[in-house]
């Protein structure tokens, strides 16, 4: 089983459409969590840590489930600007944090 | 502007030619990274430093070397370049433990 996994998509929405993602993660250990989002050709960067308790910023909720290890992201009322590839990112402490593949947003007028 | 600065942002070698990739960073983060992104691929660790003096092997070590100069830097190097090292390559820092990274703008490497 792979550290993270990710639906590859490609997800195409409408504008305004809500859009979720999940991500599963095999290492119960796992301490911090993170989606970050990728633009074509451009480095990663951070969107949002995840909290145990869920948390949210603005049109963007990331949510987690330790017990299922399985972190969400929902993007409500989609943006074009909100197209691009969104990587779940796993924390075990001290070492290299573990990406996903990636999930690719297409939000179309 | 702070953050981390990758040098150069596009490159072409032949097969067989050496180069080293820079990488500085100036949030004083402890650790550094070097990635590869490949289509399809994801990202693929090369090798880390997790802290000023140490580095260790990642997924993707072979072909590659690192040195950790100072805590601000953290290098590298291809000694001899194939076509497979044809890719994309981010370095990133972190500070500690539960902290996320921060990447560079990456460098487009590729090898003919």
């Known amino acids: 089983r792979k550290e993270v996994e990710q639906d590859p998509g490609p997800f195409n929405v409408p504008e305004g459409a809500t859009v979720a993602f999940n991500c599963t993660y095999s290492n119960s250990a796992s301490q911090s969590f993170f989606w970050y989002r990728q633009d074509c050709r451009k480095e990663p960067k951070l969107l949002m840590s995840?909290?145990?308790s869920g948390n949210e910023d603005g049109r963007f909720t990331a949510q987690l489930n330790r017990a299922s290890q399985y972190i969400s992201l929902l993007i409500r009322d989609s943006k074009l600007s909100d197209s691009a590839t969104y990587l779940c990112v796993v924390n075990s402490g001290n070492t290299p944090l573990v990406f996903g593949k990636g999930t690719r947003l297409s939000v179309i007028a | 502007n702070a953050g981390v600065t990758q040098t150069p942002k596009f490159q072409v070698l032949k097969t067989g030619q050496s180069m080293t990739l820079q990488c500085a960073q100036d949030m004083n983060h402890n650790s550094m990274y070097w990635y590869r992104q490949d289509p399809g691929m994801g990202l693929r660790l090369i090798y880390y430093?997790?802290?000023?003096?140490?580095?260790d092997k990642g997924e993707v070590p072979n072909g590659y070397n690192v040195s950790r100069l100072n805590k601000r830097e953290f290098s590298l190097r291809l000694e001899s370049a194939a076509p497979s090292q044809t890719s994309v390559y981010f370095c990133?820092?972190?500070?500690?433990?539960?902290?996320?990274?921060?990447f560079g703008s990456g460098t487009r490497l590729t090898v003919v």
């Open positions: 990133a820092s972190r500070d500690r433990g539960n902290y996320g990274y921060t």
């Open positions: 995840v909290y145990s």
């Open positions: 430093s997790a802290s000023e003096g140490t580095t």
